[in-house]
């Protein structure tokens, strides 16, 4: 038997190829959109791809399956309770897929959505019991699978589907048994996901904090508490999934130089500079949405750009241009023009308006100074952007609380003539939710270095 897993960092998405040597065939569970590394591997190993499995339909990222199934033929497979709406073959509980000499006993584990599966693997050449399971979004390293995804109102009721699959489904296995989960640390699709991509039944049952025992009231409270924000552009990314994501194709530069750019942008396309943060300080385009190209920009894109807007690329090097594409079109943004060919000294050159500057970083105690000192036409509105949950915990005095979620939606709540100071846990959300208002106009834009977590640490006073 030969198993592999595949990782992307940022969104912390893990799928499988799982391949049966001795008979040349193999799966692949949970394929993101980046399909030839499959492809490759199972080359590399003598391996045909008959069959791919979906553990459930993914809010965060979307899947690949349309088009790993249009380079191989393979079937695709989704539980019953899917509702997917492109052509594929159904699992029930107790279902076994057979790859030559391996098994895939196929468990029905609803919680995180009604349609989630486990797979249970054994390697009948050693034993006919399971040595690994694919849990999918059930079980994690730390932690279980959220059950809001799927919408509020469901949760209560899937977190109860939770406890069943937990407790009746799950624990009663062998603590011997390998648990390869669908997601690691970067994942929004838990509370706490642990940073170790595998880990064992026993290790869990004893350290796993969602696995301590509790009647079916206290789970359910437990799961649907504390919960992050919810991935951006979710919805859209689940529509995609259910009506079956269309292929990418082959990822090809696509240069433009200013010119013939400039009619995409006065039809209505977005620029995106992917550039370091110093670059962008130095000289950007009035109106174009600044995320640097590095592993979390597919987790912070749905907040700032809207999904549907065609979208121009300005890189630091063209050689990036097929993984930025790649890490849009893993959150559903497929609509990329291409990239700019020509610097923004050629954009000046041609008269077109150059801005200079940008959100102001600035650290917990120049905040606090800022805002002892400050008169009430200058002073900033402190925007907490983090979940509910975590401003009870402690924000700063004053702070206005808008989820970083809700911000796009919510923005006429601010002035954006008035200095806005975000802040989130560490630093991350609040870059988004800056990076947000100045693509909006608003004047003067403050991002709190290190979060809340920094503002405790130096000792300055909190708010409960």
């Not at 039944?201 to 079916?216: I, M, Q, S, V």
């Not at 594409?325 to 923004?344: F, P, Q, T």
């Not at 120049?366 to 036409?377: P, V």
């Not at 979620?405 to 806005?420: H, I, K």
């Amino acid at each position: 038997m030969f198993t592999q897993q595949f990782f992307v960092e940022g969104l912390g998405c893990a799928s499988y190829l799982v391949g049966c040597e001795a008979k040349g065939i193999a799966a692949v569970i949970d394929p993101d959109r980046d399909v030839q590394k499959y492809l490759e591997t199972a080359q590399g190993r003598g391996l045909k791809i008959t069959h791919i499995i979906e553990t459930h339909l993914h809010a965060d990222h979307v899947s690949g399956n349309s088009e790993l199934a249009a380079h191989t033929g393979a079937e695709i497979y989704l539980h019953e309770n899917s509702g997917a709406e492109f052509s594929h073959k159904v699992l029930k509980h107790n279902d076994v897929i057979e790859l030559g000499n391996i098994r895939l006993h196929v468990l029905h584990t609803p919680g995180h959505t009604p349609e989630s599966i486990t797979l249970l693997v054994a390697d009948t050449t050693r034993a006919e019991e399971p040595w690994l399971a694919l849990t999918g979004d059930t079980l994690f390293v730390g932690d279980i699978g959220r059950p809001d995804l799927v919408g509020m109102e469901a949760a209560r009721g899937l977190a109860g589907d939770m406890h069943e699959s937990i407790n009746h489904k799950i624990l009663p296995l062998n603590d011997s048994l390998l648990i390869y989960p669908g997601h690691g640390a970067g994942s929004l699709c838990g509370k706490s996901i642990g940073a170790m991509r595998s880990t064992t039944l026993g290790f869990e049952r004893k350290y796993n904090p969602a696995l301590a025992p509790r009647d079916k009231s206290e789970f359910i409270e437990f799961a649907t508490s504390d919960l992050p924000e919810q991935p951006g552009n979710h919805t859209r990314i689940k529509a995609m999934n259910r009506k079956g994501a269309k292929p990418l194709g082959t990822v090809e530069n696509h240069p433009l130089s200013i010119r013939e750019a400039i009619p995409h942008f006065q039809r209505g396309a977005g620029l995106l500079d992917t550039r370091p943060k110093a670059d962008y300080v130095k000289a950007h385009v009035p109106g174009s949405v600044h995320m640097e190209a590095d592993a979390q920009l597919s987790n912070r894109i749905g907040f700032v750009f809207p999904p549907d807007v065609p979208m121009i690329l300005l890189l630091e090097d063209a050689s990036q241009y097929e993984q930025v594409v790649y890490s849009l079109a893993r959150v559903g943004y497929e609509n990329v023009v291409g990239y700019l060919a020509e610097g923004l000294d050629v954009w000046e050159e041609m008269g077109l308006p150059i801005a200079a500057g940008d959100i102001k970083d600035i650290e917990p105690t120049e905040l606090h100074q800022l805002l002892q000192t400050c008169s009430n036409g200058d002073c900033p509105k402190v925007v907490d952007v983090r979940e509910p949950w975590e401003f009870k915990q402690g924000h700063v005095p004053g702070a206005m609380l808008i989820p970083l979620g809700q911000l796009s939606a919510r923005l006429t709540e601010l002035d954006p003539e008035q200095p806005v100071a975000v802040i989130c846990a560490s630093g991350n959300r609040s870059q988004s939710a800056a990076a947000l208002l100045g693509q909006k106009g608003f004047k003067t834009v403050y991002n709190v270095l290190g979060g809340t977590g920094a503002w405790m640490r130096t000792g300055l006073e909190v708010e409960r």
